[in-house]
Structure formats: C-alpha cells, structure tokens
Nanobody, 124 residues
Framework: EVQLVGSGGGLVQPGGSLTLNCTPS????????IGWLRQAPGTNREAVSC????????YYADSVRGRFTISRDIAENTVYLQMDRLKFEDTAVYYC?????????????????WGQGTQVTVSS
C-alpha cells in the first residue's frame, strides 16, 4: 500500500521561504513520479511541481517557476519542495501526491496516491 506523508507547512511572511517534505511508504522516491499540488479556498486543486523518475527537467507551474525547486533524496526517501520568495497568493493547502507512472503531469486529477495536506500561509 502506497502512503505519502507531507509536512513542513507553516506561517511565513511575504518574501520568505519554506521547505515541504514528502516521505512515501510502500514505494521509493525514484519508482514513481511524485508531485506537489495545492488548493486555495474556492479554487481547484492545481499541480505546482512534479519530479519524474527520469533525468528530464521537473515540471513547474508558471506561477512558481523560478521561485520553487523540487528535489529528491533517495537515501532519505524524501521529495522536497523548496519555496522561496513566497507571495500572498501561494497561500493554500499543499498536498504531496504520486502517479502510477514514471512521468509527470500537470493534470491534478491524474494523481493516484495522496498524502494529507499541509497548510502554507503567507501573511504579514
């Protein structure tokens, strides 16, 4: 059984940084594509970033490209999302999710396994 545990959310001021962690069980981080998605109140869930198993470039939504960095540590079996220069509009519940494939997708409905959400609030 695949389970994902996401953590690292919190309250941060605009311009600040946070790092989210995603630790799966039942799989290793290089077996399946793993992504971070977010959902703000009144909006649909959107894919923010995803890292595939191949050596190809990770996926980033236009709204976060250049500010967020996704990476994985195979030894720690963890996927990280480093979020820098955070903005008010980054406030959302962030979910770690995995696909039953090795390739990423921006379609949030395609993700097969979901962790619990972690709240990120950007506020002054």
């Amino acid at each position: 059984e695949v389970q994902l545990v996401g953590s690292g959310g919190g309250l941060v001021q605009p311009g600040g940084s946070l790092t989210l962690n995603c630790t799966p069980s039942g799989i290793t981080v290089h077996e399946l594509a793993i992504g971070w998605l977010r959902q703000a109140p009144g909006t649909n869930r959107e894919a923010v970033s995803c890292i595939a198993t191949s050596q190809g470039a990770p996926y980033y939504a236009d709204s976060v490209r250049g500010r967020f960095t996704i990476s994985r540590d195979i030894a720690e079996n963890t996927v990280y999302l480093q979020m820098d220069r955070l903005k008010f509009e980054d406030t959302a519940v962030y979910y770690c999710a995995a696909l039953k494939t090795t390739l990423c997708t921006a379609n949030a409905e395609m993700y097969d396994f979901w962790g619990q959400g972690t709240q990120v609030t950007v506020s002054s």
